[in-house]
């Protein structure tokens, strides 16, 4: 009996082939874990944005109307703004217990943008006797813009706070805030402060 194996031709048109095949499932492969990616990136960027927001508007809810003093022994109003061109907001918020710790039952916090990061210092107790924070905490990255406005009493936006010549203004009756951060679109959040009636903002 007569065998007929498989031509030099034969075998490199067989390998073209599997290699043609080869070669687009990688690519799919490639391009499914490419897609894989780009989704856990999004959904970890929504979770920060998210986590972030949560943070802001607790601390709003427990801002306190007191003053504090830094740590050269000089006062702070209760509620602070447009101070210098890194500080963002800086004011007295009240504290809950936390279990383990024993934290004096307020604190001051500072809100600065560094280097394109949205960083949240704390000073517990609110009087500091340092200068440095006793915690920092990266908010937000990439942070291309970010401001704030403020309702004072008359329901009036303004863009600092204290507002220029007003005494004793205490406390805003909400913060509005601007932020974009790098691919994604503006977004903004109005946040009211503990004594603020909601039906005193329009939507």
Same mark, same amino acid.
Request: charged content about 20%.
């Given at each position: 009996m007569h065998h007929r194996g498989f031509t030099l031709l034969e075998l490199l048109v067989a390998l073209a082939i599997f290699a043609f /095949?080869? !070669? @687009?499932?990688?690519?799919? /492969?490639? !391009? @499914?874990?490419?897609?894989?990616?780009?989704t856990g990136a999004a959904r970890e960027e929504l979770a920060a944005l998210q986590r972030g927001l949560r943070l802001l508007e607790e601390d709003m809810a427990?801002?306190?109307?007191?003053?504090a003093r830094d740590g050269l022994g000089a006062p702070r109003p209760a509620f602070m703004s447009g101070t210098d061109g890194q500080t963002l907001l800086e004011f007295t918020r009240s504290t809950r217990p936390r279990e383990g710790l024993m934290p004096a039952p307020i604190e001051r916090l500072r809100y600065v943008l560094d280097d394109g990061n949205l960083i949240r210092q704390s000073w517990n107790p609110p009087d500091a006797a340092r200068l440095e924070p006793d915690m920092s905490l990266t908010l937000w990255r990439e942070v291309e813009s970010i401001s704030f406005s403020f309702l004072d009493a008359g329901l009036q936006s303004v863009t600092s706070w204290p507002p220029p010549n007003v005494q004793?203004?205490?406390?805003?009756?909400?913060?509005?805030m601007s932020l974009q951060l790098k691919g994604q679109g503006e977004l903004r959040r109005l946040l009211l402060l503990p004594d603020m009636p909601t039906t005193a903002v329009k939507p």
């Open positions: /095949l080869g !070669a @687009m499932a990688y690519g799919g /492969l490639a !391009a @499914m874990l490419r897609t894989a990616e780009g427990f801002v306190l109307d007191r003053q004793n203004p205490g406390l805003p009756r909400a913060v509005e």
